[in-house]
């Protein structure tokens, strides 16, 4: 299927999506966000396909939200303002906030903080190889990925609020438990940039390599994962991302559920024979 906007690389059980529209240094836009949810789809249909690898085509991550539009989607939006009370009579932005939120909710025309949700989402591993600048959305897409790994030339930036605008596509709700609240807000309150060892002694990435390291060490730990027990390592995420939002005995309650369901899998009848018979396992993901 032609991609205008991605491009797609599949190899050893790892699906590699970059992100492709150099003129904008890959920022999202509504047809790119199409092209990566039929490739999503068909990662997550796929046995073969058994771990993702997002990236940007040099020398960015993602660039964020195509800024063009944002002209546009202002005209439209005065254009269709509802009459009576605005959020603009509202003192406090809160309440005006509220009020919206009681109304309605209407989703960004880029659908990134949908692309967002449906990476986070994913059943099967997720690794974003941050090359470059991943900014507003585009950071947001990271973060969404379970495992980050960045370049030393990497930047991050909450850079909404340079725009006016709030932090997007799930920041505000990933960042805090990435880095906590203090370093959270300072990057989204500020907008500054940071880069790949500076992110990497806040917490917000697992690794830093030399850029022109990054993508063999990305495709080294996705093939490994790939070649892992993926039914259990599905599970373990499901767990973990459960976990915040339980207490510790409904978390071991689904724990063992799960282990239970563990046990079932031809993986683990394997781990054991090879275990067994002194051997490396042979995964297949079931």
């Known amino acids: 299927m032609s991609s205008d906007y991605i491009k797609t690389e599949i190899r050893d059980g790892v699906l590699a999506i970059t992100m492709h529209d150099p003129a904008t240094r890959n920022a999202i836009n509504p ?8 490739a999503l789809e068909r990662f997550e249909d796929d046995p073969e ?8 085509t040099e020398p960015s991550f993602c660039s964020g939200a195509n800024v063009q539009g944002f002209s546009r989607s202002i005209q439209e939006r005065e254009r269709r303002e509802e009459e009576g009370e605005s959020e603009a009579t509202f ?16 989703p960004e025309s880029s659908r990134a903080p949908e692309m967002a949700l449906r990476i986070q989402e994913l059943q099967k591993p997720t690794i974003a190889a941050v090359n470059g600048h991943a900014i507003g959305a585009g950071m947001g897409l990271a973060l969404a990925c379970d495992i980050r790994i960045a370049a030393q030339k990497a930047q991050f930036s909450e850079a909404f609020v340079l725009m006016g605008l709030i932090p997007a596509v799930g920041s505000c709700w990933n960042l805090p438990r990435l880095i906590g609240l203090s370093n959270t807000l300072l990057l989204q309150y500020s907008g500054d940039r940071v880069d790949g060892q500076e992110a990497l002694r806040m917490g917000l990435v697992s690794k830093v390599t030399p850029d022109d390291h990054l993508m063999e060490a ?13 039914r259990s390592q599905s599970l373990t995420k499901y767990l973990v991302r459960q976990s915040l939002d339980q207490s510790f005995r409904e978390h071991l309650e689904l724990a063992h559920v799960a282990q239970d369901q563990a046990r079932r899998t031809e993986d683990h009848r394997e781990a054991v024979q090879a275990f067994l018979e002194k051997r490396t396992p042979k995964f297949k993901g079931r």
């Open 218 to 230: 990305a495709w080294e730990l996705a093939t490994r994962l790939a070649q892992g027990a993926t």
């Open 91 to 106: 003192h406090r932005p809160w309440g005006g906030m509220e009020a919206r939120y009681a109304r309605q909710f209407d």
């Open 31 to 38: 047809d790119m966000a199409r092209e990566m949810f039929e």
């Open 49 to 56: 396909q058994r771990a993702l690898l997002l990236t940007g």
